[in-house]
């Protein structure tokens, strides 16, 4: 069953990853994430009114007859859900790292393979920002 009183050990991780940890050094700290609501309208523009119906009654016959509770239809369908996401957050990874020579990520521990795989994967040359917003 879920848990319902599972609270964040930690608030605005980023922001006081060097608080928290008590380091001695300066450590290039951000939060890289597409916005929601690009998020949103390319989802929306990817599905139609069909395909989204029917992850929905995926989703609910994977939680509700299998009791398969780590059915995430996000990750199942990580082309149109996760991959452009991915690719922002390691653009702006990269460009970050560019400017200092430590930096930390930190980021949904669902996009971790995700997030591994594209790093390995980056073009060479630099890409901007809005390009990966379309």
């Known amino acids: 069953m879920i848990d319902v009183d599972i609270k964040p050990d930690?608030?605005?991780?980023?922001?006081?990853?060097?608080?928290?940890?008590?380091?001695?050094?300066?450590?290039?700290?951000?939060?890289?994430?597409?916005?929601?609501?690009?998020?949103?309208?390319?989802?929306?523009?990817?599905?139609?009114?069909?395909?989204?119906?029917?992850?929905?009654?995926?989703?609910?016959?994977?939680?509700?007859?299998?009791?398969?509770?780590?059915?995430?239809?996000?990750?199942?369908?990580?082309?149109?859900?996760?991959?452009?996401?991915?690719?922002y957050i390691c653009e702006v990874m990269r460009q970050m790292a560019s400017t200092s020579t430590t930096s930390v990520a930190v980021v949904e521990s669902h996009l971790v393979p995700f997030v591994e795989t594209e790093w390995r994967q980056l073009p060479l040359k630099l890409r901007s920002l809005e390009s990966l917003l379309k």
């Open 10 to 87: 930690s608030l605005m991780t980023p922001l006081l990853y060097a608080y928290n940890n008590s380091l001695d050094s300066n450590v290039q700290t951000y939060i890289g994430d597409m916005p929601m609501l690009t998020q949103r309208y390319r989802y929306a523009n990817a599905l139609t009114v069909q395909q989204t119906k029917a992850m929905f009654e995926e989703a609910l016959t994977e939680w509700g007859d299998h009791a398969n509770f780590n059915f995430n239809p996000m990750v199942k369908y990580s082309d149109v859900f996760i991959a452009p996401r991915v690719k």
